[in-house]
């Protein structure tokens, strides 16, 4: 271990105030290639692209990979039901743990899923396993996206964060690509309708991977950003602190409020794409190659959204407000060319037969495909934007670990009640017009916000939570800019 001196340059770009902040030296060679935020974020990637990207994959291709969309749609419902209490204290249970903990006890959950869904080819009336299984899932789901979300967005620059989101997000969805496509050679030939026992057994093997890559990661208290400016580590206090420190959060940053509609949004959609359109009139080899551009397109989505919201040329209001109208044209694009899709079906009593179900060698295969292109391509854009949008309101790791378990616990709350919905058999037209309907309105609730409180530079006075004393009390910046001075990290 080698101490850091404190080197005093001055920041370019800092953490929380750039005209306080101090320049640390970082370490160099090997260690500082593994050091480095963008090899850390890769390997949050990494944990992500094993355990929630295999679930996505395994989702995308309609009902789990199964013939019965019911006891799917219950699963996932009782999974964002307890994924949203979670992540509403997972904040306080990562800033207490720490991160690298926290994602390990998050990604056990989903080798428990998987698992659940190989014992029910095996045993078909495991179907309550399941169900139990996704509620576990939900709970560990929450405490890990709190962990990433923090990480995620406190490890760049301010003028990074785009760039770094966009990273993440390819690496993560590209655990849905290769799961995708290992569906895709498996179940090419297939006339079952439903995913093969080996399916679920390489994604399980995967999953089982990625409960072990946190333990690789290095100690975010050791962590210098690229313009060498300290991450600023969650300081680990009471319990009875830290759920103070989320009202904290809360009450000083209260337009974070203005974005939960978006959040509500983020995962609402996933319902009608995943089972009421691509499970619903496609056959399994039509839905495996699905699921499979999906995928591929949200890597693409997120890189260029997140290269648009980091142009230097122009303020951060300029490509926040640039990102939310591109957002704007998407959601209509898209959902006018689903509404055309959409009225010509509806649900029926049962699945269809596998003779009326759509073959990638049918007549119309090509559009449908290209639309759900561009739905993988607005997933990823609005999931990007809304991550930058709270990235820009801190850099606070503790301040961004309770904002990412609002939006997960928001974001789970409106999944649970749209998969519950599905569960339950209401009209395809129903979920797709609801869809549609608050995306808008998540996108009109987001401007006010994005007016009143996205700045070009976020300042130490407002970090409040990174003000905040063991004992609950709030300091003024003047008094952190001091405690500042004279440190040192230990890498």
Request: charged content about 15%.
């Amino acid at each position: 271990m080698t101490d850091v001196a404190e080197n005093e340059k001055g920041s370019n770009s800092g953490s929380s105030d750039n005209a306080s902040q101090h320049v640390y030296e970082r370490p160099t060679g090997l260690k500082g290639k593994y050091y480095h935020p963008v090899t850390q974020v890769c390997l949050l990637g990494l944990v992500c692209f094993m355990c929630p990207g295999l679930f996505n994959s395994l989702n995308g291709l309609g009902a789990g990979g199964q013939v019965d969309a019911t006891t799917s749609a219950n699963a996932n419902s009782a999974l964002y039901a307890t994924f949203a209490v979670s992540a509403f204290f997972a904040g306080s249970i990562n800033n207490k743990l720490g991160s690298r903990v926290t994602l390990m006890l998050g990604t056990t959950g989903y080798a428990l899923y998987i698992g659940s869904y190989l014992a029910m080819n095996i045993h078909p009336n495991a179907g309550g396993f399941v169900i139990a299984a996704g509620a576990i899932l939900g709970i560990c789901a929450g405490l890990l996206w709190t962990a990433q979300g923090s990480l995620m967005m406190a490890y760049p620059t301010e003028d990074q964060k785009g760039r770094f989101i966009g990273i993440f997000w390819s690496i993560f969805n590209l655990g849905g690509v290769v799961g995708a496509s290992v569906a895709l050679g498996q179940n090419f030939h297939s006339t079952a309708n439903s995913v093969g026992n080996g399916t679920y057994i390489g994604f399980l093997v995967l999953t089982l991977i990625g409960v072990l890559i946190p333990l690789t990661m290095v100690d975010p208290a050791k962590m210098i950003r690229t313009d060498g400016t300290k991450v600023t580590a969650p300081r680990q206090p009471s319990w009875k602190t830290e759920i103070w420190g989320l009202w904290v959060a809360l009450r000083t940053d209260p337009m974070i409020i203005m974005l939960w509609p978006m959040f509500l949004a983020s995962n609402w959609f996933y319902t009608w794409q995943f089972n009421d359109y691509n499970g619903a009139i496609f056959n399994i080899r039509a839905r495996a190659l699905n699921n499979l551009v999906y995928w591929i397109a949200q890597i693409f989505g997120s890189l260029a959204i997140g290269a648009l919201l980091d142009q230097k040329k122009f303020s951060r209001r300029i490509r926040a407000f640039s990102g939310w109208t591109i957002l704007f044209l998407a959601v209509w694009m898209v959902h006018i060319w689903a509404y055309f899709y959409q009225k010509d079906y509806t649900r029926p009593p049962k699945a269809l037969p596998d003779a009326q179900r759509l073959d990638i060698l049918d007549k119309g295969y090509v559009g449908k495909i290209f639309l759900y292109i561009f739905c993988g391509v607005l997933d990823a854009m609005w999931q990007t934007t809304a991550y930058w949008l709270m990235g820009a309101m801190s850099n606070d790791p503790a301040k961004l670990a309770h904002f990412a378990g609002f939006y997960k616990a928001i974001q789970s709350a409106g999944a649970a009640g749209m998969w519950r919905t599905d569960g339950e058999g209401k009209p395809y037209m129903t979920i797709f017009i609801s869809t549609w309907v608050l995306l808008v309105a998540g996108l009109l609730f987001a401007l006010p916000m994005i007016h009143l409180r996205v700045k070009d530079h976020t300042d130490i006075a407002d970090e409040a939570l990174a003000r905040m004393d063991d004992s609950g009390n709030i300091l003024p910046p003047e008094a952190v800019t001091e405690q500042q001075k004279g440190e040192k990290v230990t890498v």
